[in-house]
């Protein structure tokens, strides 16, 4: 079935429809991650978005329960140059076509992603409507009419409506090693040595595992927890999440978190990192086109050490507006943006950038959160 990816800027690339048909708008932007498909559509963050796929071969291993960051697939809608008819890995359930299409998530391909690609780069991201009803200009017409994500609280209505204690699979997958006779395909988990509390924002199971296998109790909290109820808790950290939307709907959040600063250790990532910077009093604004992909190179200004990150932004920390007790501790290479700050006086801080899934350059800034907790607790 034939269909229209449309943007508010009348531009219109024809292809072919896959997964759900029908007409869907959502704001547009492109991740330059190689593989990962699963992962990056069913990370929270992507909640309402249209993922752009710049690689040009999508769905080639399938898909599979296990590899999910959130229960079901985030995006609005998916672009790819080509969906793979044939999929082919052993950990395999589904074809990527048929699961997007059970969830009710459309997608087109046959699309030149790159000309997109250097139109967004160029313009910035723009809303978008994908259709397999109407014409040309109904479509545009329906793109410039969609919502965007400036002043949406995404972050709030993918969040958890009730607290609960992580229990899910934490344990690291291995490859068995037969030469020793291990059967094995995970590694052992430590004893959970500090308990700590998620602020969901729209966290990603992969953040949770990793924080268990750190050696964190974990207990996931709704968006709008009171610093009165997280205090109550007894929890020797709090954990800030990533997540959708944009971080300055997010007031009174940040607002509780401010009641939290010097109180108890607090360490966030991603918009969960944009929430604690206003808390600190900054300031935050909308990129043309964000960051989203995995290797952005970014810098610790304390240790002048560079990883190569994760990350899934459309905003970030204004520069001019980090004082008083707030300082800049990481800059993003690429663009210089702020990619991290923390409080001069108390154990609080934030990146931008994401640990999971790899590289694993970043897994630094879980030891951090773990180095806070210790010294809190001394």
């Known amino acids: 079935m034939k269909a229209i990816l ?24 492109f991740n330059t ?56 890995n052993w950990r395999a359930t589904e074809s990527f076509g048929d699961w997007l299409a059970r969830y009710g998530v459309p997608g087109i391909e046959g699309v030149d992603t790159r000309k997109l690609t250097l139109i967004i780069r160029e313009q910035g991201s723009m809303r978008a409507c994908i259709t397999t009803e109407l014409s040309a200009d109904e479509a545009i017409a329906t793109a410039k009419a969609a919502p965007t994500l400036t002043g949406a609280d ?3 209505k993918v969040s958890t409506a009730a607290p609960y204690r992580w229990d899910g699979e934490s344990r690291a997958w ?37 924080l268990r ?24 950290g709090l954990f800030i999440s990533h997540g959708p939307g944009d971080p300055a709907a997010l007031s009174g959040i940040a607002a509780e978190v401010a009641k939290l600063v010097g109180k108890l250790p607090i360490y966030a990532m991603g918009l969960g990192h944009l929430v604690l910077s206003i808390a600190l009093g900054c300031k935050t604004v909308k990129l043309p086109f964000g960051h989203h ?33 707030a300082l800049i501790t990481h800059t993003n290479l690429s663009d210089g943006t702020v990619a991290g700050v923390a409080s001069k006086s108390f154990p609080a801080a934030g990146v931008q950038f994401l640990p999971v899934p790899p590289p694993d350059d970043a897994s630094r800034t879980f030891a951090e959160f773990i180095d806070m907790v210790d010294s809190f607790k001394k």
């Open 6 to 29: 449309a943007l508010e800027n009348g531009t219109i690339f024809e292809g072919t429809s896959f997964g759900a048909t029908g007409t869907f708008t959502g704001e547009l932007t």
């Open 33 to 88: 991650s190689v593989v990962g498909y699963q992962e990056l559509i069913t990370d929270p963050s992507w909640k309402g978005l249209f993922l752009t796929y710049t690689y040009t071969h999508i769905g080639s291993y399938g898909v599979n329960e296990d590899d999910n960051e959130s229960s079901r697939p985030q995006a609005a809608a998916v672009i790819a140059t080509e969906l793979s008819r044939l999929h082919s």
């Open 154 to 156: 995404t972050a709030v």
């Open 174 to 210: 291995k490859l068995p090693n037969k030469s020793r006779g291990d059967l094995s395909y995970y590694t052992e988990l430590p004893a959970a040595t500090h308990k700590a509390a998620v602020l969901d924002l729209g966290v990603q199971r992969s953040v949770l595992a990793t």
């Open 213 to 236: 296998r750190d050696g964190f109790d974990v207990t996931v909290l709704p968006a709008t927890s009171s610093a009165e109820d997280i205090l109550a808790m007894g929890v020797d």
């Open 293 to 325: 992909g995995g290797n952005y190179a970014v810098r610790d200004l304390r240790s002048n050490a560079v990883s190569i990150t994760t990350q899934n932004n459309f905003f970030a920390v204004e520069t001019d507006s980090v004082c008083g007790d």
